[in-house]
């Protein structure tokens, strides 16, 4: 998969949209600790230059404007990072030392640079030139709050406050990370497709960095079980100080999903998230098309959704998820599923994105036309 299959899809218009983010930027609420009138004065003080509204079909998430594309000019001096960075930084990130890959000339803190993301990687503390680089994407201006010696010489801290953004948004860096959780406009709909109630017995495959335990456990109101796995330290690690700064219930263990079964023997739960490992193109922005083998992800799905089938009760639900737009990891998968172990597709009570198939039963989210690509099913164990 790589910039072909985007044009193909989408067309050269829809891949320049691609470049640019969402119209909106959104917040999860933890309302088992502040309502949602409370969570907007809050966001109000601290962003007054935004229209903050509840969004109109999930009752916990915030909705924050983007403002842009602004007519913002390059100064003379420049630094350059790689196109990861520059998304987040469309997103409303400032730059940190790790993010800056070279720049066109010396600096000194306070002054300010353009930053430009850049399709090829150059090595950390290069010094170019504009044309020398590949691809380089305008990002905006900010003030430097490091040298460039001193950016060069650590790994960590903050280096560039971004003031003039061609898009702008606020950083949400600061908030009460107990309080508001960042979340794509999908993502905070899964747990409300799981609809998890308090008592029940919830297993979440494949959960860090932990945005979906947390939601589910908020909807569970830290009542029942909710287990969430992940199968590396890291991960792990991200994803209990996440529940632990959320004060959830979850239950964190480091078990590799597809082994589940063995680890739990014959435990079975009322419901499973399966918010699968995938290929990631339903991002956006997104100022980079890397090659990817969607076949082999999509085999690799197949085994997690094996495992679920026989871990859930008779009558129990999965919920599957991806933020990819592929067929063969998301229509396909499920196809596969309906018809080669005992699940059956089921309605969704809250639909935002389009109907699909199978049966028109999923939804899926272009990154066009919503705020990124993404596919849900709802399906119950027979």
Known sequence: MSKEYFLALYGEEGINVLKTPPPYTTLRVNTLKIDMNEAIRILELLFPRYDIKVHEKINDLLCIPVNGPF??????KAIFVDNRCGEAI????????????????????????SIY?????????????????????YLGNGVCQMSRREI????????IIITEGIYQTPSFENLPKNLFFPQNEPSALVAHILDPKPGESILDMCASPGGKTTHISTLMQNQGELIALDKSKKRVEELKS??????SFADVRKIDATKAKQRFGGKKFDKILLDA????????????????????TALYQKKFLEIACEMLKPGGILVY???????????????????????ELINQEIMIGDASEPLGLTQVFSPISHSMGFFIAKLRRK
């Open 152 to 159: 060069f010489s650590t790994n960590k801290g903050l280096a």
């Open 90 to 113: 469309l997103r409303g990130s400032h730059i940190y030392a790790p993010g800056v890959l070279g720049t066109t000339s010396d600096f000194q803190k306070n002054e300010i640079v």
């Open 277 to 296: 490992p995938c290929s990631g193109l339903g991002q956006r922005p997104k100022l980079s098309f890397q090659e990817i083998n969607v076949d082999s």
């Open 71 to 76: 007519n913002i000019q390059p100064v003379e």
């Open 117 to 137: 993301s850049i399709s090829v990687p150059i090595n950390r503390g290069t010094k170019t030139t504009i044309e020398n680089v590949a691809e380089p994407f």
């Open 242 to 247: 996440n529940v632990d700064i959320w004060e």
């Open 321 to 343: 998820s991806t933020c990819t737009v592929t067929q063969e990891e998301n229509q396909q998968n499920i196809g596969w599923a309906i018809e080669n172990l005992e699940l």
